[in-house]
C-alpha cells in the first residue's frame, strides 16, 4: 500500500484505532477477551492460573479469577515451558528481573500478536511525523537510528518487525545485535553522519546522553579526521558552524533535520524539553512493557497518550484501592474497566490477547487518566500519561529496577555501621536513586558512603553498572539523617497507635511526610512512658 501511494488506506491500517467510538473500543475488547478466554480454558497455565474457574464472558473473569502478578507465571515462563501455554510463541523475550530473586522476566509472544504490532510501529513512525490526520511523510528507505535494546528485548523483538526493503536502519539491523549498547549507539551515528537521519527511535535516556556526548567532543572535533569520510564531512562542517553562530556546542539538531523522533521509557516525559533542545523536535511518547507490549502512544499533538484496544483487555484498580492491596496481601481490590473510569491514578491490569499467557495480570504500572477523550483531535477514547511504578522497585532511566532487596545487600556489603535507611526516586535535573541513611557514628561523609554504595550496587546489578558506563549518570545520591531519626520516627508512631507494620518507614519510595520529619528530627523532644527523648 505505501509503495502503491495509497495513503488513506494505510493510515487507516495502521492508525484508524484513534477514530473509534468508545462503544467501539469495548466491542473489539470483548470480542477478542471472549476469543482468548476459550484458548485459557484449554491451557494449563490457564487452569492454574485461573484456579480451576472457567470464565465465558468479562463478567466471569472479573468474579471469578484472582488477579496475578508474575510470580504466579514464574516457574512456567523462566523456564519457557511452551506445552503450558494458550498457543506456541514465535518469539521469546525479557526484561530485567527482580534483582536477587530471578534476572529476568521472560514473556512468550505469538505469531498473532506480532502480526496485531507490527503496524502499530508504523502508527508510531506517521505520528512522529506527521501534523493532521492521513499525512504519511516517511518513505521506503528512510534512515532510521537503531537505539534499541537488540533481541529478547521486546524493543528488539519491534524493529525486527519493520521489512527490509523498507526501512534502513543503522546501524542495520543484523550487525545492531552482534553489538554492544554503545558500538550501536556509535556505530549509528557514524552511518547517519554520511547517510543521513531521518527518524531516532532511541530510549528517552539514551536519546540525551547522545546530547550530552555531542557537547563534550565538539570542541575537540578534528576535521582532519573526517578527511577519511568524505561524504560525512559536508555535513559536519555545517552543523560546526550552524552550531557556532548559535554560540553553543555542537548538537544533533544542527546536523539532521529529523522527519520524527520516538523515544520510551519510565523517564521520558521528565526529558521531553531537554531531548527537544539537543534534537529541535518534541519526542512521540508510547506506553509498553514486555508483558504487554504496546499499551498506549501518543499522536501528533504530543499530549496524551491513546491506549490501543487490540493487544489486550484493560482494568484499572483506582490508586486507593491499590494502596489497600499492598498494605494487605490478601485484598482484591475492585476494578474499573475503559469505559467506567473517570480522569485520575490507576493501577493498569491487563489480559493478553491473540494467545498470549497473562490474565488480570498486574503490570505495576501507576497511570493517570488525563482525560476522557481528545477533544483537540476528536478521539473518543480515555487519554493516559504514566506515573510510576507501584511495586517494591525503583526504575532508573529505563535502564535497571532496583528492589529493596539488592540495595539493601548492597549497603550491608559496604561495612558501613548504621540505624536504618530509606531510599526513593525524586526528579532533579535527571532522575535520581535519592538515599537516606542514618550512620551509628559520624566520621563518613555523605559523599563517600554514596561512593561505596555506588561500587557495591554496580557489582550486585549489571543493569546499574551499564547506566554509568553508557549515559555517564551515577544516579545515588546520600543524604545523612540526623541521630536517632528512626527511633524518634517509631516513638511518634507509638504514640499515635500505630501497629507494628507501621512503626518504621518503608524502605522504597517513603511519601514527602516522612522524609520531612526524619530529615527535621533535630531539637524534637518525643514522650514515652514519662521520659523525654532529645536529639
Not at 47 to 59: F, L, T
Not at 325 to 349: F, I
Request: hydrophobic share 40%; proline share 6%; with cysteine.
Amino acid at each position: 500500500l505505501l509503495r502503491q501511494g495509497k495513503t488513506e488506506e494505510v493510515w487507516q491500517r495502521c492508525c484508524g484505532f484513534i477514530d473509534l467510538s468508545l462503544d467501539d473500543f469495548m466491542m473489539i475488547q470483548r470480542r477478542l477477551l471472549s476469543e482468548q478466554l476459550d484458548l485459557l480454558r484449554r491451557c494449563g497455565l490457564g487452569r492454574h492460573v485461573m484456579n480451576g474457574a472457567k470464565p465465558y464472558n468479562v463478567q466471569d473473569l472479573r468474579e471469578r479469577v484472582p488477579l496475578t502478578t508474575y510470580e504466579d507465571y514464574a516457574p512456567y515462563l523462566i523456564e519457557r515451558r511452551e506445552d503450558v501455554l494458550p498457543m506456541k510463541p514465535a518469539v521469546w523475550q525479557y526484561t530485567s528481573g527482580k534483582s536477587g530473586e530471578y534476572p529476568f522476566r521472560w514473556a512468550p509472544v505469538t505469531a498473532e500478536q506480532l502480526a496485531a504490532i507490527a503496524p502499530l510501529l508504523f502508527a508510531l513512525v506517521f505520528f512522529s511525523s506527521c501534523k493532521q490526520r492521513n499525512e504519511i511523510t516517511f518513505k521506503a528507505h528512510d534512515k532510521i537510528l537503531y537505539g534499541m535494546a537488540p533481541p529478547p528485548y521486546a524493543t528488539g523483538t519491534m524493529a525486527r518487525l519493520f521489512p527490509d526493503d523498507l526501512a534502513d536502519f543503522l546501524p542495520p539491523i543484523a550487525d545492531a545485535e552482534k553489538m554492544s549498547f554503545e558500538e550501536r549507539i556509535q556505530r549509528g551515528f557514524e552511518l547517519a553522519l554520511s547517510e543521513g537521519l531521518d527518524i531516532c527511535f532511541a530510549l528517552s535516556s539514551v536519546a540525551l546522553a547522545v546530547g550530552d556526548r555531542f557537547r563534550q567532543k565538539s570542541n575537540n572535533t578534528n576535521i582532519k579526521a573526517w578527511l577519511k569520510r568524505p561524504r560525512a564531512l559536508p555535513r559536519l562542517i555545517g552543523g560546526l558552524i550552524k552550531s557556532r553562530l548559535a554560540g553553543r556546542t555542537l548538537l544533533p539538531k544542527d546536523l539532521w533535520s529529523l522527519k520524527g523522533l520516538i523515544t520510551f521509557g519510565i523517564d521520558s516525559s521528565i526529558y521531553r524539553e531537554k531531548i527537544k533542545e539537543v534534537w529541535g523536535k518534541y519526542p512521540l511518547e508510547f506506553h509498553g512493557c514486555t508483558e504487554a507490549v504496546l499499551i498506549a502512544m501518543q499522536t501528533w499533538d504530543r499530549q496524551g497518550m491513546t491506549f490501543i484496544p487490540h493487544l489486550n483487555f484493560f482494568e484499572f484498580i483506582p490508586e486507593d484501592e491499590s494502596i489497600k492491596s499492598r498494605e494487605n496481601a490478601t485484598y482484591q481490590p475492585s476494578t474499573l474497566l475503559m469505559d467506567e473510569v473517570k480522569p485520575g491514578n490507576y493501577e493498569l491490569v491487563i489480559t493478553s490477547f491473540h494467545g498470549g499467557p497473562f490474565i488480570r495480570y498486574r503490570l505495576g504500572h501507576l497511570i493517570k487518566i488525563t482525560s476522557l477523550r481528545n477533544e483537540q483531535l476528536n478521539i473518543d477514547i480515555p487519554q493516559m500519561v504514566f506515573l510510576s511504578r507501584v511495586d517494591d522497585q525503583i526504575d532508573i532511566a529505563g535502564f535497571t529496577r532496583l528492589s529493596e532487596k539488592i540495595i539493601w545487600q548492597a549497603i550491608e556489603n559496604t561495612g558501613l555501621a548504621y540505624n536504618d535507611w530509606t531510599v526513593r526516586k525524586e526528579v532533579k535535573e535527571k532522575p535520581v536513586l535519592h538515599l537516606y541513611i542514618e550512620l551509628q557514628a559520624d566520621g563518613a561523609t555523605a559523599e563517600q558512603v554514596g561512593t561505596s554504595i555506588h561500587a557495591e550496587l554496580k557489582k550486585l546489578d549489571t543493569p546499574y553498572a551499564e547506566l554509568e558506563s553508557f549515559t555517564g549518570l551515577r544516579p545515588l545520591e546520600v543524604t545523612l539523617l540526623p541521630r536517632d531519626a528512626f527511633q524518634l520516627y517509631t516513638l511518634r508512631q507509638q504514640a499515635r497507635g500505630a501497629d507494628l507494620t507501621q512503626l518504621k518507614p518503608p524502605h522504597i519510595n517513603p511519601p514527602d511526610a516522612t522524609i520531612d520529619f526524619l530529615l527535621n528530627t533535630t531539637g524534637r523532644v518525643a514522650v514515652r512512658a514519662g521520659q523525654k527523648v532529645k536529639v
